[in-house]
C-alpha cells in the first residue's frame, strides 16, 4: 500500500490529513502549497489538472477534492468510521453534500474577515451577513443532533468529520455554537479528537 496526500495542514488538505490520523493508516504528507505555484507545476497537474490542493494517490488511484477523498478512505478502509449499510451510506453522502452547499462558502467568510486576513483587508459585513446565513443550516444540525451525539449511526464517521471540518472555519462566530447548543456540544467532541489536535499542530509548524 502507498498512499500519497498533497497539499498543505493550513488548507482543505487538513480534512484529508484528518481522515488518515483518524484511520491510522500510514502515509505520506507532500505539503504541497496553494501559494507561490506549487500547485501549478507539471508534475502535479499530473495528479490533478485543475491545480487545486489536496490530492490523494493511493497506488493507481488518483483522487481530488477533499470530500471526495475522505468519502473514498472510508469506502477504501472501512471501520467505523464507514458505513455499515447503503442507509448510512446514504448519510455519509448526504452530509458531506450538504455542508459543501450550504455551510462552506459562509464559513470561510467568517474566518477570513474575522481572523485569517489581515484587519486592514477585513469586511466585518461580510463576515456578519455570513453569521447570519449560517443559522439555518446550524438550525437544522441542530434538530438532527436532538437526542444523539453523533450524525449516523451513533458514531463519529466520516460525515461528522467532514462536516466539523467546514464548521470549525466558523469558530470565530461563537454566537452561532451558543445559539444552537447541541451543535456547539458536537463540535466541540469532534474538535476534541487527537487526530484533529494533530493536524492543528500541523498546520502550525
Keep these: ?25 500510514p502515509y505520506v504528507h507532500v505539503g504541497t502549497h496553494y501559494l507561490h505555484g506549487e500547485s501549478r507545476k507539471p508534475e502535479f497537474l499530473a495528479i490533478n489538472p485543475n491545480g487545486r490542493i489536496p490530492a490523494l494517490v493511493d ?16 469506502r477504501r478502509f472501512g471501520g467505523p468510521l464507514a458505513a455499515a449499510d447503503p442507509a448510512e451510506e446514504a448519510g455519509l453522502l448526504r452530509w458531506s453534500f450538504w455542508v459543501m452547499t450550504e455551510c462552506e462558502k459562509d464559513a470561510l467568510a467568517i474566518l477570513f474577515h474575522r481572523f485569517a486576513l489581515p484587519p486592514e ?35 463519529f464517521t466520516v460525515a461528522d468529520l467532514n462536516v466539523a471540518a467546514v464548521l470549525a472555519w466558523a469558530a470565530a462566530a461563537p454566537g452561532l455554537g451558543n445559539a444552537h447548543p447541541r451543535v456547539g456540544d458536537w463540535l466541540r467532541r469532534c474538535l476534541g479528537r487527537p487526530a484533529y489536535r494533530k493536524v492543528r499542530e500541523m498546520a502550525r509548524s
Design 59 to 74: 497506488g493507481d488511484v488518483m483522487v481530488w477534492e477533499s470530500m471526495a477523498i475522505n468519502l473514498y478512505l472510508a
Design 121 to 155: 483587508q477585513r469586511r466585518p459585513g461580510l463576515a456578519d451577513a455570513a453569521e447570519k446565513a449560517l443559522a439555518r443550516p446550524y438550525g437544522v444540525l441542530e434538530a438532527e443532533l436532538e437526542g444523539r451525539e453523533y450524525l449516523v449511526g451513533n458514531r
Design 1 to 25: 500500500m502507498s498512499l500519497t496526500l498533497y497539499g498543505t495542514a493550513a488548507s482543505r488538505a487538513a480534512r484529508s490529513l484528518w481522515m488518515l490520523e483518524e484511520l491510522g493508516v
